[in-house]
């Protein structure tokens, strides 16, 4: 009669969120006594830490190497190889924050990004400040619609291990509006009539390629002429001072944008 040999089964005890792989691959039912079998383990972040050995529970580490020796005692023992610990990469921004920036008068906000990367397959993490508070972020763009002194940390973590880099710090403003007073003289669409002189300041514009002025003295030629002192008007933004070019005024009625039969040259 051939003696029985003891047999020890290898098993999980949370087979969703551990993984194991076995040298020699177990068979059916089980390892004969005496086997020396290598371990890999890895598990989730659920995962128990626990496998079983024939019913008898022993702890594991993740990412670790376990050499057994199925003993006729039962007293099993996992000898680990325990990973070196892993220390993440520091964060290389590729793409930093300008160290000023203005939000155009015309927008009611910007975008500030920064660009970073790890080649150690770590995950990145975004921490965004304002005057040294803390924004609910963690998005490596986020929208500003206020001034102040913007700063981004970057945090890159691998395992247990994390590796930080700052960003520059971004002073945000609002653009000022400068306003300007200048002369001008007005005529007739093709310029074959003169219709007088007067003064004009400019104004925030609220059309894009456009300037906005307000007229602030009117001197017509026809003393029986609409006086248009007050009358907020819209100029082309490329006219220059002095250059004795026409350029057609508008008028914002509702939603239209109206040419007017005026044109005028700005003289200083």
């Known amino acids: ?14 087979p969703d969120n551990v993984l194991i792989n076995t040298i ?23 995962g128990n830490k626990f496998i079983s050995i024939s019913g008898e529970d022993k702890e594991i580490i993740n990412k670790a190497v376990y050499h057994v020796t199925m003993d006729s005692d039962k007293s099993i023992s996992l000898n680990s190889d325990e990973p070196e610990p892993t220390e993440a990469e520091t964060p290389n921004i590729t793409e930093n924050l300008p160290d000023t920036t203005e ?9 500030l990004t920064i660009k970073a990367e790890v080649s150690d397959g770590g995950i990145l993490s975004y921490e965004w400040t304002k005057d040294g508070t803390l924004i609910d972020t963690n ?27 700052e960003s520059r710090l971004c002073v945000v403003t609002k653009e000022e509006f400068v306003s300007v007073v200048y002369n001008f003289t007005s005529y007739s669409p093709d310029g074959s009539t003169e219709y007088g002189t007067g003064k004009a300041e400019t104004e925030p514009s609220d059309v894009e390629d456009y300037v906005k002025v307000k007229i602030i003295e009117n001197n017509p030629v026809d003393s029986g002429a609409e006086n248009w002192i007050g009358k907020e008007v819209y100029i082309s933004s490329a006219a220059q001072i002095g250059d004795d070019v026409l350029y057609p005024l508008y008028q914002k009625e509702s939603d239209e944008f109206v040419l007017l039969q005026v044109s005028v040259k700005i003289n200083s």
């Open 1 to 14: 009669m051939t003696e029985e040999t003891t047999k020890y089964k290898l098993t999980i005890n949370d």
């Open 139 to 165: 998005l490596p763009t986020i929208t500003v619609t206020e001034e102040g002194e913007y700063k981004c940390t970057v945090t890159n973590t691998l395992d247990e291990s994390t590796a930080t880099a």
């Open 103 to 111: 939000i155009p008068l015309n927008e009611e906000s910007i975008e």
């Open 24 to 46: 020699p691959k177990q068979p059916k039912d089980g390892f004969k006594e005496g086997t020396e079998v290598d371990i890999n383990v890895k598990y989730g972040p659920k």
